[in-house]
């Protein structure tokens, strides 16, 4: 059994949490029916109205929202309260031609910072540790998410953002941090540099990160956990649900608990949008149960993950999500093969590779053609660094058991592929400039 930041909650019976979100749905479903014209009218299309929803059975019944409908209705249009109420936004990023606008009432931000807590103490976090946040502050809900779940902790907080890594370094060892939290991309990196200083696993106070944002094999924790000498703990959220947080990993690490009294997650299948059995693999969407400003009901993630609700040994009763697959947007189609970075990334690391890759996708004469640039280590660098040729012969049939389709390796020299300091640009699609 391990600790908990809200046990009463986070151990409550099937029953109890189905009450509560019984209860909550009905209250939410009506706030936003009166309070957001946007979703009204799309219930109205539907012919739903809030009466018809008496319990979460029901949620299947509603509307979805997707990231198209946020474009649409940026930026108040989905706003679930006066503005005077808020006190804060948070953003993506919008890399990918979508910027979402969240809104928080003060009330949401600490639902937020109490999920990021229950991450926290999950990961073995007490106030007596020191949490070193290397996530990206800002916009991006990464730093403050994490930073306000260890004030609730009352963990002596390193508010870092990422970047300037000789100084995470350094902060790491002067302050004794004991939990870091930033990308899985950036941990690596750290370690590397680590590894590169002498400083060897065993010598940091590290004990465990908390690492999400972007999509990480298996191996790519082992080897996150090698090379810092730490438990690896995944976190999940988005900025259309608040941040991270709305699910965690506990110390059994076999997928993320997600904060049930807050979201009801939902897996669907993506070309029909029929609501799939637990257990399936399809694309998750969330509806938030409480949330004032930004209440989202059915929200489209185009993340593709499992649910599953077997009995945990960590004591919490929570249902886990696996980790998420990919976007079913990420996904790329190659010679009509669907092919995801993790199956690139586990390949790799399951063959002494390191995690620093990149996959360039064209389309030459018609034809898709995927190149993978791998980065040799300085030890495999100055054994084969000659002959690389055997080495990328015998990587790419690895390539072609796992994808179903040969792409082209090219072994370089350490240092060759960009480190990234907040989320890892895996893949370039040339195709789509066309
Ligand atoms: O990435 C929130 C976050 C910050 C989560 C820090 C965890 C830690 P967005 O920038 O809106 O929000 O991106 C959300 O990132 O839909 C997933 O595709 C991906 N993602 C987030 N966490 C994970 C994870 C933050 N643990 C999008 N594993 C989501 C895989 C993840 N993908």
Redo the contacts with the bound molecule.
Sequence with gaps: MGNYYQPEIETASREEILRIQNEKIVKQVKHVYDNVEYYRNLMDQKGVKPEDIKSVDDIKKLPFLSKTDLRDAYPYGLLGTDLKNCVRIQS??GTTGRR?VAFYTQADVDLWEECCARAIVAAGGTNEDVVQVA?GYGL???GP??NGGSHKVGCLTLPMSSGNTERQIQFIQDLSATIL?C??SYAAFIGETMAEKGIKPEENTLKAG???????TEEMRQSIQKSLGIKAY???????TS?????FECEEQTG?HINEDHFYAEIIDPETGEVLPDGSLGELVFTSLDKEAFPLLRYR???LCVLTREKCSCGRTHVKMS??K??SD?MLIIRGVNVFPSQVETVLLNKGYTPNYQIIVDRVNNTDTMDINVELTPEQFEKHGNDVAPMEKALESAMRTMLGIGPKVHLLAPKSVVRSEG?AVRVIDNRKLV
Excluded: H, N, Q
Aim: glycine letters at 18%; one cysteine or more; a negative charge.
């Design positions: 993506t990023s979402v996530y991006f809900t990464g998410g994490l939290c990308t899985p908390i690492f999400g944002a972007e999509p990480w995944d976190i999940y959220g988005l900025t259309e941040g991270p947080g709305v699910s993320m993630t185009r993340d980790k998420p990919g976007r990420d989320k």
